[in-house]
């Protein structure tokens, strides 16, 4: 008897001690950084809320800003995930707000009103821990004291995100133990792999602190010229966006190359199938799109076309529609190529994309009420937000991304490549050339997955804990078009689980 009191005293000890470790290391955030309120949600938290700058560069004061949603589950043993937006140039608000973030925003009904926040029953943050980045600096509300600092690369926005995270780390000490992913979609399919390459020899070499890599997700992402290019032959046909005759004379007088044709008779073809296909919207072809005169002429940052709802799945979720041009596919047709990289703004010489309705994002961040909520610097300082800027000079110095898969899956780190089926940007017929490509044996056969015990969409596994997934009747932002199939496979990945 004594020694089983012995036993239960030893046991409260080291409880209390645990406890207090935890309210310790709970309490370790900077308060500072803490939101406490944000305009248009008149509800509690489900979670806290940090925001603020972190200087990557001391000399050019480049100031990269994050968001960051505690997660709704276990915060000190759920994963850190790091989520990064693509374009080149577009902010990682687009997460934030359209896809996966705490929130879904409703647009006002009276003009001048700023957005209603309503709780998302599907973000991200109820099974992880989630940092939203801008990066580089110039894009969303990162931003440099030396404007010329706005001439970067693939390599440079690399590395001061790497930079970015060892300082938020030192800031946020009490999540370092906890499982670490870096994820995102879009340009991002190049933003996550160099930067997961660079966090991987980090790792190797030894730098302070030492984070809990463990692997990372990339959603319809752009990644190599040759597989992305010719991948749009295939998906049009697949899709019955075009005829056998005209897929058939483009496949002989291109001979399998789509993405940089070298005759006149190949570059006829491949005009007609973008003559065919011009009213679709390439980021879901099931989707409508804006073609209006007025809407060619919106001005940057005034991008605003109506609002509207749509159902999905068993809830209703108030949502600006969005038709937006992330990416770099037709009619460019190779995503990614060496060398300056133009942002939309800068090809379209300062028109907006057609289909685009950003209103929403762009007047709840462009509020001097919640830039203050948020820590971020106000407009007079660094000029309105964009979901997309012109802002950055960018640079492809990186090459080909399936060298980066092939080094990160090979020293063990876990990677899933997912892709909206439907999605004609980046279309999924190259990311499933490319992730088989890398010569892995499969160890999960092509087979579907299900949601709610419906089909969601197909998984292909293999060696080295690479994944390839599809989401059925997806565009290319998979959490804005199926966010509860989304929630599905990332909580289930995240897990270590079968999906």
């Not at 709970?26 to 308060?31: C, L, Y």
């Not at 792999?193 to 030492?210: D, F, H, N, R």
């Not at 075009?242 to 291109?254: F, G, H, N, V």
Request: with cysteine; hydrophobic share 35%; glycine share 10%.
């Amino acid at each position: 008897m004594v020694m089983v009191m012995a036993m239960d005293r030893f046991f409260f000890y080291n409880l209390l001690a645990y406890s207090f470790l935890k309210f310790l290391l709970v309490g370790a955030a900077p308060e500072s950084a803490l939101i406490t309120s944000l305009p248009g949600f008149s509800g509690t938290f489900p979670s806290k809320h940090y925001s603020g700058y972190i200087t990557v560069d001391e000399k050019n004061g480049r100031n990269l800003f994050y968001y960051f949603v505690v997660s709704e589950g276990n915060p000190l043993k759920d994963p850190v995930v790091l989520w990064l937006n693509g374009g080149p140039g577009c902010s990682s608000f687009d997460g934030f707000v359209y896809e996966h973030g705490p929130f879904n925003f409703e647009a006002s009904k009276k003009s001048g009103d700023l957005p209603q926040l309503h709780l998302n029953p599907y973000s991200w943050s109820k099974v992880s821990n989630i940092i939203y980045l801008d990066s580089p600096a110039g894009v969303g509300l990162s931003y440099s004291k030396v404007q010329g600092d706005y001439n970067t690369g693939d390599l440079k926005t690399a590395s001061d995100s790497h930079t970015f995270l060892l300082k938020w780390f030192e800031q946020y000490p009490e999540f370092l133990s906890n499982p670490f992913y870096i994820s995102g979609e879009s340009y991002a399919g190049v933003y996550v792999p160099t930067l997961s390459s660079e966090v991987a020899k980090g790792i190797q070499a030894g730098l302070k602190p030492i984070l809990n890599f463990k692997g990372y997700m990339v959603g319809n992402g752009v990644t190599d010229e040759v597989f992305d290019g010719n991948a749009f032959l295939p998906f049009t046909h697949g899709m019955g966006l075009i005829s056998d005759d005209l897929y058939e004379e483009t496949q002989s007088a291109c001979q399998g190359n789509y993405w940089s044709p070298y005759s006149d008779s190949c570059d006829e073809k491949l005009n007609k199938i973008g003559n065919v296909i011009n009213d679709l919207n390439i980021y879901d072809i099931l989707e409508p799109c804006y073609h209006s005169p007025e809407a060619r002429k919106l001005a940057v940052g005034n991008t605003s076309l109506p609002s509207s709802f749509r159902q999905l799945g068993e809830t209703e979720r108030p949502l600006a529609v969005r038709k937006r041009m992330f990416g770099r596919a037709w009619p460019f047709r190779a995503p990614v190529r060496d060398g300056i990289v133009p942002t939309w703004p800068q090809i379209l010489n300062g028109e907006s994309v057609p289909c685009t309705d950003d209103v929403v994002a762009t007047a709840w961040l462009n509020s001097a009420a919640v830039r203050t909520a948020i820590h971020a610097e106000q407009s007079s300082v660094i000029g309105a937000w964009a979901l997309c800027t012109g802002n950055i000079n960018f640079n492809h110095d990186a090459g080909s991304m399936i060298k980066y898969h092939k080094n990160l899956t090979a020293q063990g780190y876990r990677a899933i490549i997912y892709s909206g089926d439907h999605d004609m940007c980046v279309p999924f017929t190259g990311s499933e050339a490319w992730t088989r490509s890398l010569g892995y044996k499969i160890t999960d056969e092509w087979r579907p997955w299900y949601c709610n015990d419906q089909l969601a969409g197909f998984i292909q596994g293999y060696d080295n804990n690479l994944s390839f997934l599809t989401v059925k009747g997806s565009g290319h932002t998979v959490p804005e078009y199926k966010p509860q199939e989304a929630f599905a496979f990332y909580s289930r990945w995240l897990a270590g689980g079968p999906i």
